[in-house]
């Protein structure tokens, strides 16, 4: 009796402390917000800011923060938030507006970058769903999939059909796999960043004599290929790479 | 007759190798003069004497002097009986700067020797020096020069200053393969080249062709900036049996095309500082003679409607330097950055500022002035053009309702809403929110759970394999099932030994051994007795398990024939043996 009232008493102090984490959470989120509608857009970063430095993470949370690092005019910032809201939930119509907003009032043409065709066709869904959907969506198709077979190998009379069954899923799955495997791809092997200064100068070789071989402005998007010392090898969505000096990007 | 001659000729020839063979060569190098003015020719020559075979020198770049490779002279000469070859390596230089210079020592090979020639000092002077030839740069420049020239030798500092570089080519002196001059220019920005212009022009009495090359310089720095020496490339072509020049016949031995650089003189430019007296605020550093005009459309509008403000600058100067002029206060607008479009040419451009407005109120009556300023250089002065009050008439807008415009398409006049370009609001609720780390594909527990579904399909397909051997294989079966069937029997016969009914305990026990036996090595139950014991004995089983299991036979023989002789404690012994014999085969298979 008394273990089934500990275990009880267990459970309720879980909840409740997860509960009361999300109070707080939301008591933070909606100051923030009554902030930023009083166009009180330096004290909103901060509260949003407050909750990203916590280690939360939300597709609004940072939509609403790059919203208000947009309007107190730091446009690195808010595409870093856009970018991060859009890689947790990229059909959300307003993320992409304000992601291309944001990227629209970057100077240069950096971010002109257009997929080809077979990545489009291959990696349709990157733009619809986001990895951990994804992880999900392959997870219950390979669990339905394999209780298929298992119910074909144990139910005789049924093979035939859970074994289509588990070629339909089969199916699925693959038309799934390429995107999802794009988007672990893109998240853990392309180290994209976004440049947090007006602007800076990329150069052909890492050293400060080297010549400039184009510069990179405040919101650009470019990716990290290798670090030496304290100079990183970029690479612009164009293709165009060189040597950027210090630490002035944010990862996405 | 034609055969002697023949085989004499190579008798000959072959004297000749072997005497070339045969002895060491000769190396000399010589100059047909040592002291010359610039522009004159020197002949520069190795005379290799006892080979034809022995490699062309490399003759380095010598500073001051202008190098051409004229070709090999071959020579056979038989004196005294004795013959001899020769080749002369021959080499044309140009003098073109004053200074002593060497020809360097340079090294031949032949035939794994090395030969070298001595270094020779030629000295080029600017004045008067013996002259052998007329080939004076006096001469020179009679029949090719190149000149730099500009409409004024003094200019302000961003001014842009037409240059000319003119190439005088004296009539009947044929130049190919002119290319585009290069002159040094610290201190100025210099536009491209434009074409070339032809013409002709007489100088002292002499008719010449003169190649322009007009283009655009203009000084950045102020103070005495000097322009050049300007150089051209060109090809001199000249055919000795053509020309009637004694000048030409001297310089050439018959028609040949000469690769020639020929350079001018420096030219000087004093660049004065823009006066800071007068200087306007609106002024934005423009330099030139300049228009400028001032449109604005529509000036009839509602609020939140674009204004397009077209500023054109244009005339005669530096088109680089025009800014956008100034305008008056703007409060009122809402200012987008403005579109520049330039177009130049030569000297004169045009620059176009279209300044997009557009007003946030009905208040607003008038467009400001706008000033643009800019320098003269033909009299030193700065002047400051003023265009504009423009006066507007701005109504409300509808109600905060998008506005249209008209435009036509295909020729039809369609409306279409123009949209306003901002961020969308904020989300009101959190949404879904997390405190992971990272992605799900790379959570522990994620990638775990994904081994469930691999550990159940391992499972149902062992399953399906082992049912399908049961189905298959009935001696694998009835041996599977054998040690339960056992224990089973074996627990019912101790309850009725338990019981006192040794009755039952006996043929329950017998018939659980019987199955036992008949299932573990697939017999038919009916058949196994005591006989069995020799058939085991044959598969190895262990004497001991055989003689408990002959004991096991026969005390159930007794027990079933000699009810009385029964106990608790044989039954006992017996369940025992039974056990220990099923133990046995079981940890035997």
């Known amino acids: 009796m008394w273990k089934i009232i500990t275990i009880l008493l267990l459970f309720i102090s879980i909840f409740n402390c997860f509960n009361s984490i999300a109070q707080d959470y939301e008591a933070t989120f909606f100051r923030a917000n009554d902030l930023y509608k009083q166009e009180k857009y330096d004290e909103a970063v901060n509260e949003y800011q407050s909750l990203v430095d916590l280690g939360y993470k939300g597709a609004n949370l940072y939509y609403n923060l790059g919203n208000a690092y947009l309007k107190i005019g730091e446009k690195g910032k808010a595409v870093l938030y856009y970018e991060k809201a859009f890689r947790l939930r990229p059909r959300d119509a307003d993320v992409r507006a304000n992601l291309n907003f944001a990227k629209a009032l970057v100077e240069g043409n950096e971010n002109q970058y257009i997929r080809p065709w077979y990545s489009k066709f291959f990696l349709f869904l990157k733009g619809f769903l986001s990895s951990d959907e994804m992880a999900y969506m392959v997870s219950v198709l390979y669990f339905m999939g394999i209780i298929a077979v298992i119910s074909g190998i144990f139910i005789r009379s049924r093979k035939k059909l859970f074994f289509y069954v588990a070629g339909v899923f089969c199916i699925l799955l693959v038309i799934i796999l390429p995107s999802f495997i794009g988007s672990i791809y893109e998240t853990e092997f392309q180290d994209k960043a976004v440049i947090m200064v007006d602007s800076a100068d990329v150069r052909f070789e890492p050293n400060d004599d080297a010549t400039v071989h184009f510069k990179v402005r405040e919101g650009s998007v470019i990716q990290i290929m290798k670090s030496q010392g304290q100079w990183n090898q970029v690479k612009r969505y164009d293709g165009k790479m060189g040597w950027l000096k210090g630490n002035v990007f944010s990862l996405i | ?589």
């Open chain 2, 1 to 589: 007759m034609y055969i002697k001659l023949f085989i004499g000729f190579l008798v000959l020839l072959t004297t000749i190798n072997y005497l070339a063979l045969a002895e060491d060569i000769q190396v000399i190098a010589s100059v047909d003069r040592k002291v010359v003015r610039v522009a004159d020719v020197i002949t520069f020559t190795i005379r290799i004497l006892g080979s034809q075979s022995a490699s062309v020198p490399d003759l380095p770049d010598i500073e001051g002097l202008q190098t051409k490779y004229v070709g090999p002279r071959t020579q056979i000469s038989i004196i005294n009986n004795k013959s001899s070859l020769s080749v002369s390596h021959v080499y044309r230089m140009v003098a073109v700067k004053t200074g002593t210079y060497t020809i360097p020592s340079l090294s031949i090979q032949h035939e794994g020797k090395t030969y070298r020639t001595r270094a020779i000092n030629v000295q080029v002077t600017a004045g008067s020096a013996p002259q052998d030839k007329a080939t004076t740069a006096e001469e020179l420049k009679r029949y090719i020069r190149l000149v730099i020239n500009t409409e004024s030798k003094t200019a302000y500092v961003n001014e842009s200053i037409p240059l000319k570089i003119s190439l005088y080519i004296r009539r009947g002196v044929e130049v190919e393969n002119i290319r585009y001059p290069t002159f040094p220019s610290v201190g100025f920005s210099v536009i491209p080249f434009e074409d070339a212009v032809r013409r002709r022009a007489s100088v002292d009495g002499i008719l010449y062709m003169v190649y322009d090359f007009p283009t655009i310089i203009s000084p950045v720095n102020s103070g005495e900036l000097t322009l050049g020496p300007a150089g051209i490339d060109c090809d001199l072509v000249v055919n000795s049996s053509q020309s009637r020049d004694p000048f030409f016949d001297s310089f050439f031995d018959r028609r040949a095309r000469y690769s020639l650089t020929v350079k001018s003189e420096a030219y000087n430019i004093t660049v004065k500082p823009l006066p800071e007296a007068g200087k306007p605020d609106s002024f934005n550093g423009a330099v030139g003679q300049f228009e400028f005009n001032l449109v604005a459309k529509p000036v009839s509008l509602k609020v939140g409607e674009p204004i397009t403000l077209t500023m054109t600058v244009k005339g005669v100067g530096n088109i680089d330097t025009v800014k956008m002029p100034v305008m008056g206060d703007l409060t009122d607008f809402k200012v987008y950055d403005p579109q520049v479009n330039t177009q130049k040419s030569g000297n004169k451009g045009e620059k176009i500022f279209e300044q997009v407005l557009i007003p946030r109120t009905a208040r607003v009556s008038e467009i400001p002035a706008v000033k643009f300023s800019y320098f003269d250089p033909s009299p030193g002065i700065y002047k400051t053009l003023i265009k504009g009050p423009i006066a507007i008439d701005v109504a409300p807008s509808e109600e905060d309702q998008p506005f249209e415009i008209i435009e036509f398409t295909q020729g039809k006049a369609v409306k279409r809403e123009v949209l306003g370009k901002d961020i969308v609001y904020i989300k009101d609720k959190p949404g879904t929110i997390s405190h992971r780390e990272g992605y799900l594909y790379n959570n522990t527990g994620f990638i775990l759970v994904q081994l469930i579904p691999l550990l159940g399909l391992g499972f149902a397909l062992f399953y399906q394999k082992r049912r399908e051997r049961f189905t298959s294989d009935k001696a694998y079966a009835r041996q599977y099932h054998a040690p339960k069937k056992a224990r089973k029997g074996l627990e019912q016969a101790q309850k009725f030994m338990e019981l006192g009914k040794y009755q039952d305990f006996c043929s329950r026990i017998f018939r659980t051994m019987q199955e036992y036996l008949g299932d573990r090595f697939n017999l038919p139950f009916a058949g196994i007795t005591i006989e069995i014991v020799d058939e085991l004995r044959q598969q190895g089983i262990s004497e001991d398990i055989l003689d408990k299991l002959s004991f096991f036979f026969q005390s159930c023989d007794v027990m079933r024939f000699a009810q009385s002789d029964i106990d608790m404690e044989k039954a006992r012994e017996m369940l025992n043996t039974a056990k220990e014999v099923i133990e046995y085969l079981e940890s035997n298979k």
